[in-house]
């Protein structure tokens, strides 16, 4: 007793896949003639062939594209905006921002690494094109100087608060004044009763 299998519907992505490369692609196709007969398992096959002719290039081209631009903004982030300054590379709208990240997917298209790209970037621009600069002695003042302000800003009100209570408890009142002083406190007593 002979069994007849039908003809397998193919999606796109299934195509897709089988298109990766061409041996892939044969062996998709003999799969299903193999798995399917008559004149209906031909006419798959063959549009599993024409698919899959013209798919390949289109999803090879789609997943290089997504590729680089992963790359490119991965490195983009890492690179500050040399116009907005507070802003990275990937973040900006600049015009500046816009031919930079040109310039990095040039790069890595013509295949450089990301640290290379990097390494171009600091030569070029120095280190102050990195968002997040390296600790070293010519970037010491980046890392360190936001403390010492803090430090200068808390030493100079502790300077001023010191000053002010010396001031105040060195002022002493002439006697004349303090005759005064008690004339209007007494007087502000009398009427409070």
Not at 34 to 54: D, K, M, N, T
Not at 105 to 121: D, H, N, P, T
Not at 164 to 171: E, F, K, L
Request: glycine share 4%; proline share 3%.
């Amino acid at each position: 007793m002979q069994t007849r299998t039908s003809s397998v519907t193919i999606s796109s992505a299934l195509a897709a896949k089988w298109c990766a490369s061409p041996r892939s692609l044969r062996c998709a196709i003999a799969v299903h003639c193999h798995s399917a007969r008559g004149p209906a398992a031909a006419i798959v096959g063959v549009s599993i062939f024409w698919l899959c002719l013209f798919w390949a290039p289109v999803v090879q081209a789609a997943t290089a594209d997504a590729e680089l631009e992963a790359q490119v903004q991965r490195v983009a982030a890492e690179l500050r905006c040399l116009v907005c300054q507070n802003q990275t590379l990937a973040d900006s709208h600049a015009e500046l921002a816009r031919d930079l990240r040109a310039q990095v997917r040039e790069m890595l298209a013509s295949g450089k690494s990301e640290a290379q790209v990097r390494e171009f970037m600091v030569a070029r621009y120095g280190d102050f094109v990195l968002y997040r600069p390296p600790f070293k002695t010519t970037t010491l003042l980046l890392w360190v100087g936001p403390f010492v302000l803090l430090l200068a800003g808390i030493w100079a009100l502790r300077r001023i608060a010191i000053g002010r209570r010396r001031t105040v408890a060195d002022v002493a009142l002439s006697d004349e004044e303090q005759a005064r002083l008690r004339a209007i406190v007494a007087g502000a007593e009398n009427e409070a009763r």
